[in-house]
């Protein structure tokens, strides 16, 4: 080999090492355990951190499948939807996985399910739609369920006005002057009512959880580099993620929500407790179904590839009920073991190439169980919209 074939070969050698180091910069993930930042005898570096951003995979149309080659498995992606941009990935997880996943959420010890605030909210707020100082059946049906996340039927809340004394002149309108208790007072009143009625909460379920940054389990390992590489993001932030084990029985429901909260400004993200005020932040959900569902169970989305969104009529429509609205809903995935159902619960940010706004069509939630029991496990990507604070956790990782 001459001197000069001999430099043309080092120079197409130097530029395939500097490609693969871009794509190793911008998240791509190509074995277990690789993430963006490593620890090196200078402390921890993240490489090129300036060139990280977040990636959205293009679903190109309804029914596209790609495969994709994840730790020695060749998985199908099935494009679902656009708007909402949702996937499909059958056999997922192995059975045994699966199993492992419940197992271990029996051995933690599941709890009732509560809904989180999405964002802070001060007080509560009468819902007069139409302005004439007085709540109709259907805007205090809205007032509970934006106050207290519990979905009343008209006869439930006339029967509470016979319980409270509110409506004095039985017209099922409630004035100013005959919304005679508090705020505390109505929650203590719908708080018991729930107790003898628990499907009329919006959540109806027990659950686990799992944190990847605290685990060893090895297995729970595995699947973390899984999505890790099907995603295409670095084990950094599938490790600042969260994993909830939810199981649902009969009338076990979730009705509908978004996963994450709009971007507020001066409202900072919540960091597993450590913050009172602070909004819910996950860039991303990725959906395991963990056994067969003999009748219903199915994950709704009621807003998919809708024109618009009000959310106010789509309240008092009952579009977020799934618990009675299941059917209506204009996108519905049937539950299958081993099943992952992925989409993004926010936009990228043209100018930072991090965590932009609320994608409010991914709106969703569990229907109805119907016969047997259901069990998913839901794997929140957390990020901040400020990428400075999620470098500073990956960092963080390797200094411990």
Request: charged share 25%; with cysteine.
């Amino acid at each position: 080999m001459n001197c000069q074939t001999m430099q043309g070969f080092l120079y197409i050698f130097a530029c395939i090492n500097v490609y693969i180091a871009v794509c190793n910069a911008n998240g791509k993930v190509t074995g277990e355990g690789e993430g963006f930042c490593q620890k090196t005898s200078d402390g921890v570096t993240c490489v090129n951190h300036d060139d990280l951003r977040l990636t959205r995979i293009d679903g190109m149309q309804v029914g596209n499948v790609r495969t994709i080659n994840a730790d020695g498995k060749k998985l199908q992606m099935k494009t679902l939807n656009i708007k909402p941009l949702v996937f499909e990935i059958e056999d997922f997880l192995s059975d045994d996985e699966c199993d492992h996943f419940i197992e271990t959420a029996k051995q933690i010890g599941l709890e009732s399910s509560h809904t989180e605030n999405q964002s802070p909210k001060q007080g509560l707020q009468l819902m007069d739609v139409n302005s004439d100082k007085a709540l109709s059946l259907s805007e205090m049906k809205l007032t509970i369920e934006n106050g207290y996340d519990i979905y009343l039927d008209e006869e439930d809340i006339i029967q509470m006005y016979k319980d409270l004394k509110l409506d004095s002149n039985n017209d099922n309108l409630i004035t100013q002057a005959e919304m005679t208790i508090s705020p505390k007072q109505l929650k203590t009143y719908l708080s018991e009512f729930v107790k003898k009625h628990p499907e009329k909460h919006s959540r109806y379920s027990r659950q686990a959880w799992l944190y990847p940054d605290k685990s060893t389990d090895t297995i729970f390992r595995a699947v973390q580099s899984r999505v890790s590489q099907v995603v295409d993001l670095p084990m950094d932030l599938i490790r600042l993620s969260d994993f909830q084990v939810v199981t649902y029985g009969v009338k076990g429901h979730y009705n509908a929500h978004l996963d994450s909260s709009h971007i507020i400004k001066d409202v900072r993200c919540c960091d597993r407790g450590l913050y009172s005020k602070c909004r819910i932040c996950r860039y991303m959900t990725v959906l395991f179904y963990l056994n067969e569902v003999k009748s219903g169970g199915e994950t709704a989305f009621p807003f998919a590839n809708k024109e618009s969104i009000d959310e106010n009529k789509a309240h008092i429509d009952g579009v977020h009920h799934l618990y009675k609205n299941c059917e209506n809903a204009t996108l519905r995935v049937p539950p299958k073991k081993g099943k992952a159902v992925i989409w993004y619960n926010h936009f990228i940010d043209d100018d930072t190439n991090w965590m932009g706004e609320v994608d409010e069509y991914t709106l969703h939630g569990g229907c109805p169980v119907t016969e047997g029991e259901k069990w998913i496990a839901n794997f929140w990507i957390k990020t901040n919209n400020d990428k400075s604070i999620d470098l500073k956790k990956m960092k963080n990782l390797y200094s411990k």
